[in-house]
């Protein structure tokens, strides 16, 4: 796990407290405008009758069959965001609404009973498909729509709809004339007459009722805990990363040269966002590549020239979508033995 040591003071004081005694609230945070957004975005789609509760949890989710969404508690706070940054990667403001809407898409299915109709599950699939975290999708497939980084819609019937919902919900996505020529748009448009029928309609599940889960005043770990927990789970394969190649991208000697280590951290964000968007494999496991490539650069004591830092970037994105697409389909990043 990286360090917090480039965090702020007052951020690392925090991690030995307990996340339910932080007395995060939605109310006030910088999260307010992005559900109000959300709100927006609903209402100029005809749909007042359904307005999802949001609260603070541990991640992004919709609990199981409950139309109410969960959103990460560090977003309510600029100093558990700046360590959120410092481990990971933060979301930005297109993200946090991609995600708010993603997760409407849940509620909405949720709300008015979807998934249990004939037409939606002969449209999506069955609803209760197991969920497989490292699923195999089909890249480019039209019969899905794009929203989410990766091919997320193929993870899942729920998801799949999830992201229809989506792209339908956002303002300016265009998807009328995006989708032509998709099977996606039978998708679409099934949710844009959907809508339209449920305008005013109560939901079928009422929101005021609707299950929390793991709400943040019931988290009792601390925030330490909680990104520690969060590590233990993730895959472990970074010992592959091939010196050879990186010392081919990388320089030892040289005029005005810049650590690759810094380099790589500058860039590494937008490096592990497309490189999740275009192949599908988890923005964790891209993530802990990108660490593990920096880690090994700085161990192997490499620098960019920085007149070729251009050719260089890309050098590396071709090089760690190459390792990504192995391990999509081989599970490893390198071959053993």
Request: aromatic share 12%.
């Amino acid at each position: 796990m990286q360090s917090f040591e480039h965090t702020p003071p007052e951020a690392r004081a925090l991690l030995s407290r307990p996340i339910r005694d932080l007395g995060l609230r939605l109310e006030g945070s910088m999260l307010e405008k992005y559900v109000q957004q959300l709100y927006a975005d609903l209402a100029a789609k005809g749909l007042t009758r359904f307005r999802p509760g949001v609260y603070l949890s541990d991640e992004w989710a919709c609990p199981d069959k409950e139309p109410i969404i969960g959103v990460p508690f560090y977003l309510a706070d600029p100093k558990i965001a700046e360590l959120e940054k410092a481990v990971n990667d933060l979301e930005d403001e297109r993200e946090i609404l991609m995600y708010l809407r993603h997760e409407a898409g849940h509620a909405f299915n949720y709300a008015y009973l979807l998934y249990e109709t004939k037409e939606w599950l002969e449209l999506f699939g069955p609803f209760d498909r197991p969920y497989i975290d490292d699923f195999q999708p089909v890249p480019f497939s039209r019969k899905y729509v794009r929203h989410i980084a990766g091919w997320y819609a193929q993870k899942h019937p729920d998801e799949d709809f999830a992201e229809s919902f989506a792209v339908w919900l956002t303002p300016d996505s265009d998807w009328q004339r995006r989708y032509v020529g998709w099977a996606a748009l039978k998708k679409l448009k099934y949710v844009d007459r959907v809508a339209r029928e449920l305008a005013s309609s109560p939901p079928r599940k009422a929101l005021e009722v609707a299950v929390r889960e793991l709400p943040v005043e019931e988290m009792a770990a601390t925030v330490e805990q909680y990104y520690r927990e969060h590590e233990r789970g993730e895959v472990a394969l970074f010992s592959e990363v091939p010196d050879a190649e990186l010392e081919d991208i990388f320089a030892r000697r040289g005029q005005d040269l810049r650590p690759a280590p810094a380099f790589l951290l500058e860039h590494r964000k937008v490096i592990v966002d497309k490189i999740t968007y275009w192949t599908g494999v988890r923005r964790v496991v891209i993530r802990k590549l990108m660490e593990a490539i920096g880690k090994r650069a700085r161990e192997l004591e490499l620098s960019v020239e920085r007149e070729r830092e251009a050719q260089t970037l890309i050098e590396v994105v071709a090089f760690a979508t190459t390792l990504a697409m192995n391990y999509l389909a081989r599970g490893g990043f390198t071959e053993r033995g």
